[in-house]
């Protein structure tokens, strides 16, 4: 199973990020330890959403459309 999941930086607001893994506490630890070096300037982080798939090409397919801009729009307005 594949977790698709969104953080927040807690000491930018304004910044998001998009990840796929398949253990999503275990992630989230290595942003907050600056272990992400994408993610490792605006430690720390909060979990926003996360969404579970069986299937790995869907959750490949939804990860890559949530970094489309009509994805981070969609993001924006439901998470």
């Known amino acids: ?28 630890k290595k942003h907050n330890n600056g ?5 490792s300037k605006y430690a720390p982080w909060k979990l926003i959403v996360s969404i579970n798939f069986v299937d790995e090409k869907k959750a490949k397919a939804f990860e890559k459309y949530l970094k489309s801009g009509s994805g981070r729009a969609f993001a924006k307005k439901h998470f």
């Open 1 to 28: 199973m594949l977790t698709v999941y969104s953080i927040q930086s807690i000491s930018s607001p304004e910044r998001y990020y998009i990840g796929i893994t398949d253990d999503v506490a275990r992630r989230l």
């Open 35 to 39: 272990e992400c070096p994408h993610t």
